[in-house]
């Protein structure tokens, strides 16, 4: 007789056997799909993607942006701070004639050899007295500007 109610142990044990396999798989199931998600989680990158729709990388973006021109301006006032240091020389101002002619322009260059005084032919001049050496030239950087240009958009 089967009353819909268990009665022999042998039954509730086959039961209790047969839950506990559907169990074990439905477990076993569950882990795998966790895996799986966390591998195509970090496959996809969809960390990036929420940063990004959070806004989180942009802003990101500008503080290092910000912080990039707050040293640019900074090493700009320190190389203006230096050049008002330096002592300046007004140039030695000249009155010429009209009727008078005026020397060529001569550019001094401060290399380490000394070269010889040309004429306009390209021929150099000798001169009886040799040139003293002169110094090495001596060139200083005032302002280091670096421009950067992304394709990407903020904002």
């Not at 039961?15 to 799986?36: H, K, P, R, T, Y």
């Not at 496959?43 to 040293?71: D, H, P, W, Y």
């Not at 700009?76 to 009209?98: D, G, I, S, Y």
């Not at 150099?124 to 990407?152: R, S, W």
Request: charged fraction near 20%.
């Amino acid at each position: 007789m089967s009353s819909g109610i268990l009665t022999s142990t042998a039954e509730i044990e086959r039961q209790v056997l047969l839950f506990q396999s559907v169990s074990g798989v439905c477990l076993a199931l569950g882990g795998v799909s966790l895996l799986l998600t966390v591998f195509l989680f970090w496959r996809f990158r969809i960390a990036n993607v929420i940063a990004f729709k959070l806004g989180i990388t942009a802003r990101q973006s500008i503080r290092e942006i910000e912080e990039t021109n707050a040293a640019a301006v900074s090493r700009q006032e320190e190389n203006a701070t230096t050049l008002l240091e330096k002592t300046f020389v007004p140039p030695v101002e000249t009155t010429t004639r009209l009727d008078t002619v005026m020397p060529a322009t001569t550019v001094k260059l401060e290399t380490e050899t000394a070269f010889p005084q040309m004429d306009y032919c390209g021929n150099a001049e000798t001169k009886g007295d040799a040139q003293p050496e002169k110094p090495p030239l001596k060139l200083e950087i005032l302002c280091d500007i670096m421009m950067l240009h992304t394709e990407e958009r903020i904002g």
